[in-house]
């Protein structure tokens, strides 16, 4: 077996990957039909593998296992790493990596005559592209559900009505940033609430950490039914969360709160603005003129709020938007669990395939 370049040949178990293949760590140029996947470091985790369809050169952090065409079909060889977790080859280093000499003496089981390889892939080839075009449809089935709350709560906002106003968010709320200090993991006070606690709009409160804070300073930062609290800053900046029966808390300094002073609109009225287009274009707008790439309370406060003055029309357009919501939540809840099937059909086929039941 000759390898590329100036590596050294390695001695093979019987009916490894290196019996059918020949692999390079180097950055060199790919023949068509290697597959080629990360091999060191946080990459492994997204496990990516690629089959080549044309020459191409890649850097050292890639592997390239090169199929001997008269030994193994390429696509074969590649439906085997596309059934396999790349995790599976990674060591337990601090930075982990895959070895050339883990991956070829892998043991790849038993390998049909070529037309029997042949007949295989031609099976998953079928199989795979009508999975591909299901789970198309379903991805888009998704995106229109999740997409049709958006548009009707927009609409809401947009079309407004008789009896509406629009009225700065200073006047109507106290808005402040949060405590600093750092979270604990022992109970050494309250809650600690960070922005990373926060996600798919929820709280798990059980995980959430715990801060020191003197009594004087408790009041100033301790979380209210109804308070409402934005990232003000990074990946997720704009952001936001309806506080709701919350334990002892208090809310971290990325943080932005804003604290309702009247009657005058409702935090769950409020809340549903918040998530609105023309919200998130205030944002996008905000963040893009700020140099330290933020939304800060003052620009936060200066936002236009449109409501219906009435109380009544507040809670009828909550409950309805609610309503709304809860039915597009059940929908792209079935078109995830379709996705769901299909992934565990493509692991079903591979996992027949690789043990001579395909």
Known sequence: MNLPGNEVEMVNSTNTISDHTRLTLRAILFPAGTVIFPKV????????????????????????????????????????????????????????????????????????????????????????????????????????????????????????GDGWTEKRLSEMARINYGYTESASSEKVGPRFLR?????????DWETVPYCRIENVSLPKYKLADGDIVFARTGATTGKSYLVSAPPDAVFASYLIRVQLTGRQISPQFLNLFFQTQSYWDEIRAGVSGSAQGGFNATKLGELEIPFPTSPKEQQRVVAQLNAFAAETQRLARVYEQELAVLDGLKKSLLHQAFSGNL
């Open 195 to 203: 922005i990373t606690d926060i996600q798919d709009n929820r709280v």
């Open 41 to 160: 470091g946080g990459a492994i985790a997204t496990n990516k593998k690629r089959l080549l369809v044309r020459p191409s050169c890649v850097d050292n952090n890639v592997m390239g296992v090169i199929p001997d065409e008269g030994k193994i079909d390429r696509r074969l060889l590649y439906y085997f790493f596309l059934a396999h977790d790349l995790s599976e080859f990674a060591n337990d280093a601090g930075l982990p990596s895959i070895t050339k000499t883990t991956v070829e003496n892998w043991g790849i089981g038993v390998v049909p005559p070529l037309p029997e390889q042949r007949r295989i892939v031609g099976i998953l080839d079928e199989a795979f592209e009508g999975i591909a075009r299901a789970k198309a449809n379903a991805e888009k089935n998704l995106q229109n559900a999740r997409a049709l709350f958006e548009s009707y709560l927009q609409s809401i906002f947009t079309r407004r």
